[in-house]
């Protein structure tokens, strides 16, 4: 039975290791694609809710199956997020095909594509538009700016502050959040050039064009495996917004060697494999 081919698949909040997350339909949908690159951009371990009486087999399955395709010759790109922040001291680390970075760009047929979770935009989202003119320097400002909150809200014994979170509980003003973010992004991207901008953190996929003064770039959101269960995909030199509930699964299988694989072993064997030669077409470049 065949897998769906594609060039990159981008999932983002998976939130594995809390009640709400769908890994079923997860592991479901990893295991009926052949992505060339796969993207996780930010919150697919909840770390920050990490409970060690929590950690369902098909969780575990998700995470060997992310290892295995990983072996098997996908690259595999580990974004951090704010609820897997933890991740962050690892950043730059790469174990065979599996890199671990706070974010990613890739050149698409040459045009640019930016990746990053989108917790960036939690510390102000009024204010993100006016870094956004800092050029370059707009998103390392607004990275700093975000951390200084979250660790003043945390010396004053507060939850760290999550734009998610806040959609969630306010129904009404989720739209005006949600755009505001997906404004901020593409202000941002196309102050630095970027074609494409990726995120997550809302939970709410979308794709849409932005146009200002100063060009124009396409928005792009994963979505999340909690309520959406959506996925990017970029095949044939175009993005879709994949809907679990809505697209056709290829006919799949689970693979048989996941079932009796330990996990250590994995671990052992991502560890001596080599890292291959980049692809043509897809070079990260240090941002
Ligand atoms: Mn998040």
């Known amino acids: 039975m065949k897998k769906r081919k594609i060039d990159i698949s ?30 996780l951009n930010g919150d697919i371990l909840d770390i920050k809710r990490f409970n060690k009486n929590y950690f369902p087999t098909v969780h575990t399955k998700v995470l060997r199956k992310i290892i295995t395709l990983s072996m098997k010759g996908t690259e595999v790109y580990y974004i951090t997020g704010n609820h897997d922040d933890l991740m962050r001291r690892f950043a730059g680390i790469s174990l065979g095909n599996l890199h671990i970075v706070n974010k990613l760009v890739l050149n698409l047929h040459g045009k640019k594509a930016w990746f990053f979770h989108g917790d960036v935009f939690d510390f102000s989202i009024k204010n993100a538009r006016w870094f956004a003119k800092l050029g370059s320097f707009g998103y390392a400002f607004l990275f700093i700016a975000n951390r200084m909150f979250n660790w003043s809200l945390k010396k004053r014994g507060k939850d760290k502050y999550s734009l998610s979170n806040k959609i969630k509980k306010n129904g009404k003003k989720s739209l005006e959040v949600t755009s505001k973010f997906e404004k901020s992004a593409a202000d941002i991207a196309i102050e630095n050039g970027y074609d494409y901008v990726v995120c997550g ?17 396409t928005y792009l959101n994963s979505g999340d495996w909690v309520g959406n269960l959506t ?22 299988f689970m693979d048989e060697e996941l079932k ?14 080599k890292s291959k030669p980049k692809k043509e077409g897809e070079t990260p470049t240090d941002n």
């Open 10 to 39: 981008v999932i983002s909040d998976a939130h594995l290791g809390t009640l709400e997350c769908h890994a079923d339909e997860l592991l479901t949908y990893l295991s009926s694609i052949s992505p060339k690159t796969l993207i």
């Open 201 to 217: 953190h809302i939970h709410q996929p979308k794709k849409s064009l932005h146009q200002t003064s100063k060009g124009s770039c």
């Open 231 to 252: 996925a990017l995909e970029y095949s044939l030199k175009r993005w879709k917004v994949y809907r679990y509930n809505h697209d056709k699964l290829s006919p799949f």
């Open 260 to 273: 009796n694989m330990n996990m250590q072993d994995l671990i052992n064997s991502i560890a001596v494999a």
